[in-house]
């Protein structure tokens, strides 16, 4: 079962001055959905987006949001970020000791919960929560910074997480999400390994034909690498 190829731009390189704006754009230019990297400052060395400020982009488009939570206390934080409009809350599985009981608490809430792992964690780690989620991410960098290098090592994980999906019958439910160094050089290797929602920032915002061209050719070379 393929899912379909969606594009959603990170929005750590969009103008934080004119964020409403900057949302219109976006879904302007094709993507499917927009993520928001929030970062606190503790699980990551870096310290972004409180659920204010995408409270006041929500207003600005109808593209589903989902929040990237880089965060130290996910439960602590995931009602002010669905109360924000986030659609989906995606959890780091190295900040949630009690994983399978802050997914469900992230779908009590009325979200629809997705997991992260970082390079370092391997994706035996999320073989008991695959019926609580619709979204399993794998870093392909280092969570905290736009702007690095694509990890192709990740490749066989995001492999090994389509092959979990499919093996327990929720591939044709749960979408498999990559975000870090994603680009028309790397994509096709992304997609061609099982990803099938496409994070960038970097590669959208540095294409000088704009955000339209970039967004199109991301899901061109994906869709083609998989067809
Ligand atoms: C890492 C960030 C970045 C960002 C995308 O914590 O989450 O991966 O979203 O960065 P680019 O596309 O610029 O590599």
């Given at each position: 079962?393929?899912?379909?190829?969606?594009?959603?731009?990170?929005?750590?390189?969009?103008?934080?001055?004119?964020?409403?704006?900057?949302?219109?754009?976006?879904?302007?230019?094709?993507?499917?959905?927009?993520?928001?990297?929030?970062?606190?400052?503790?699980?990551?060395?870096?310290?972004?987006?409180?659920?204010?400020?995408?409270a006041a982009a929500?207003?600005?488009?109808?593209?589903?949001f989902e929040a990237?939570?880089?965060?130290?206390?996910?439960?602590?934080?995931?009602?002010?970020?669905?109360?924000?409009?986030?659609?989906?809350?995606?959890?780091?599985?190295?900040?949630?000791?009690?994983?399978?009981?802050?997914?469900?608490?992230?779908?009590?809430?009325?979200?629809?919960?997705?997991?992260?792992?970082?390079?370092?964690?391997?994706?035996?780690?999320?073989?008991?929560?695959?019926?609580?989620?619709?979204?399993?991410?794998?870093?392909?960098?280092?969570?905290?910074?736009?702007?690095?290098?694509?990890?192709?090592?990740?490749?066989?994980?995001?492999?090994?997480?389509?092959?979990?999906?499919?093996?327990?019958?929720?591939?044709?439910?749960?979408?498999?999400?990559?975000?870090?160094?994603?680009?028309?050089?790397?994509?096709?290797?992304?997609?061609?390994?099982?990803?099938?929602?496409?994070?960038?920032?970097?590669?959208?915002?540095?294409?000088?034909?704009?955000?339209?061209?970039?967004?199109?050719?991301?899901?061109?070379l994906a869709t083609?690498?998989?067809?």
């Open positions: 079962m393929t899912r379909p190829i969606q594009i959603a731009p990170s929005v750590l390189p969009a103008d934080f001055a004119r964020l409403g704006e900057e949302v219109a754009a976006l879904e302007e230019a094709g993507v499917d959905l927009v993520q928001w990297d929030v970062m606190d400052g503790q699980f990551v060395p870096n310290l972004t987006f409180g659920p204010d400020v995408i929500r207003p600005h488009t109808s593209l589903p990237h939570l880089m965060v130290h206390t996910p439960d602590a934080m995931a009602e002010r970020y669905v109360e924000a409009g986030c659609q989906r809350l995606i959890v780091h599985v190295e900040a949630c000791p009690h994983l399978h009981r802050t997914l469900e608490h992230v779908a009590s809430l009325g979200a629809t919960a997705a997991v992260a792992l970082n390079p370092g964690t391997p994706a035996s780690s999320i073989a008991h929560v695959l019926d609580l989620i619709d979204l399993v991410l794998v870093m392909t960098v280092n969570p905290g910074f736009g702007g690095q290098a694509y990890l192709a090592s990740m490749e066989p994980k995001i492999a090994e997480v389509r092959a979990m999906l499919a093996t327990t019958g929720r591939d044709a439910a749960v979408d498999v999400e990559v975000d870090g160094g994603i680009g028309p050089d790397t994509v096709a290797g992304a997609a061609r390994a099982g990803a099938n929602v496409l994070v960038a920032g970097s590669a959208l915002y540095r294409d000088p034909e704009g955000l339209g061209h970039a967004v199109a050719t991301l899901r061109r083609d690498a998989v067809t």
